[in-house]
């Protein structure tokens, strides 16, 4: 059998729906469920629903052959797996936000508050500039952090902008791109490598078929 540890709410919806696009379906699953795992009708395949990050420690153990996560989760978690397809799906970028008068005053200002449910993306952009931040981490509505002058920018995830918009924040720049990724167990890869081979050439095909339109 093989196990695929999916991120719980969105990203296991797309991610189901892709591989239901290449015959691997899961039937009992629905958004409303709260179960937990679930398995394609021919019982090759178990789907692992978890928290989305906690997908890469799933994988990296061994506890799932296969993930999909956010790029935004792989970066943060910075676990040991292969990342061997993007799935192109969940599209969004990672950026320093903040008031519009943060983007005059410049943020190599020492000392610099920055909140963010992401610690490590931040302070790994801000370190390879030779910039001093002080990183909050708060678990969520990050946007609060300026408005409630708790720090002085975020680094968070933009998608449509509008939760940056109706709370009078803008981007200050971006960080990277960021999409759902398909990972995979080392170990996985060695002793299950016919079948995983197998899934993700169909999964690239049919991405290219998708996106290539
Ligand atoms: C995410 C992210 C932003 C928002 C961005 O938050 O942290 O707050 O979505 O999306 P937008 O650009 O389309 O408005 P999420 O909804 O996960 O809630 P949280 O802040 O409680 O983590």
Known sequence: MISI???????????????KSIGIDCPDY??????????????????????????????????????IVGKDTLLEEGKDVYELLDLKFASCKMSVAGFPDEKKRSITNNNIRVATKYPNIARSFFSQRKEMVEIIKLNGSVELGPIIGLSDIIVDIVESGKTLK????????????????????????????????????????????????
């Open 166 to 213: 109706e709370n009078g924040l803008v981007v200050i720049e971006d960080i990277c791109p960021i999409t759902a990724r398909l990972i995979v167990n080392r170990v996985s890869l060695k002793i299950k490598r016919g079948r995983i081979e197998d899934i993700i050439k169909s999964l690239e095909k049919s991405l290219e078929e998708k996106y290539d339109d």
């Open 5 to 19: 540890a999916l991120a719980k709410g969105r990203l296991a919806k797309d991610g189901l729906e892709l591989f």
């Open 30 to 67: 629905s958004t409303k469920s709260r179960k937990l795992i679930f398995f394609s009708s021919d019982e090759r395949y178990k789907f692992i629903m978890v928290k989305p990050s906690d997908v890469p420690i799933y994988v990296e153990r061994g506890a799932a052959d296969i993930g």
